[in-house]
């Protein structure tokens, strides 16, 4: 039998209302079978009401899943929504951050400046002190030199102003031709021991304004001579209430008693800075 005839045949067969009611049967079997096995039914269960049951069952799950699936859907754009605000949010804040940052390093910049500044302005007022206090040492060093000329001009005025006669008996040791030379003169290590010498002399015979005059003069050049000699020699620095000292101090004639306390200081000695030696003892008063 050629392939023709087979098909033929096989046609013929297949149009058997008997052989399509057995292969109907076959196919109807088969499809019960993998539907029994889709949906786990027994053979002795499986019917049309149970069939409909599980599809129901299928549609009711098919839809809770929709649902469901829905809802985590909307679960999803919620979230994913939340997410963009906490991403604008973190933006936002980035932003912020970075502001803050970049005003802060302003800050530093700032402070540092600041810092510069006022290291610059303490230096100045450093400066500005050392220049003061300079300033300070010079006016009392003008001061000084003021009040030394005012107390020279003093001493001068004062010689000045002494009687003619006294001048006179003076003119070996001050001369009154001008400061400078009343100066120049009188500072001598001759003329201040006998500018001495000549006090100690008139104040036994009594004090008076113009001898009180002469202890002024000799004090003020005394300064002078003080200076000119190297800090050799100074006044003796006895106070008053100190214990009378026969090797060291001369007992003026208006004294009252022979010992004791000095009650006032009529002409200061002369004393060496070094040895404490008296090159002349101070005139003092007792009671």
């Known amino acids: ?131 003061n206090k300079n300033l300070e040492e010079k006016s009392r060093e003008s001061q000084k030199e003021l009040d030394k000329f005012k107390s020279d001009f003093s001493a001068y005025d004062k010689f000045l102003s002494l009687s003619e006669q006294k001048r006179e008996k003076l003119k070996n040791i001050l001369r009154g031709d001008s400061l400078a030379t009343f100066i120049a003169v009188g500072v001598q290590p001759k003329n201040i021991e006998n500018l001495w010498d000549y006090l100690s002399s008139i104040l036994r015979e009594g004090q008076d304004d113009e001898t009180n005059k002469l202890i002024e003069i000799f004090y003020s050049l005394f300064e002078y001579y003080k200076e000119a000699s190297g800090r050799i020699y100074e006044l003796d620095s006895v106070e008053v209430g100190d214990e009378f000292d026969a090797t060291k101090y001369m007992r003026h004639n208006s004294s009252i008693d022979h010992s004791g306390k000095i009650t006032s200081i009529i002409l200061r000695g002369i004393v060496n800075i070094n040895t404490k030696d008296t090159k002349r003892q101070s005139i003092v008063k007792l009671g």
């Open 1 to 131: 039998m050629n392939d023709k005839e087979f098909k033929e045949k096989l046609i013929n067969l297949l149009e058997d209302k008997e052989v399509r009611e057995k292969i109907e049967s076959n196919f109807i079997e088969r499809i019960k079978h993998l539907l029994k096995k889709i949906f786990g039914i027994a053979d002795e269960n499986f019917d049309e009401n149970t069939l409909l049951k599980k599809l129901k069952d299928i549609e009711d799950k098919k839809e809770k899943l929709s649902a469901e699936n829905l809802r985590l859907s909307e679960q999803e754009r919620e979230y994913k929504s939340q997410l963009d605000k906490v991403r604008d949010q973190n933006s936002d804040l980035k932003s912020k951050l970075d502001q803050n940052i970049k005003k802060n390093d302003k800050l530093e910049i700032d402070l540092q400046e600041s810092n510069k500044e006022k290291e610059i302005l303490k230096n100045k007022l450093e400066q500005s002190n050392t220049k």
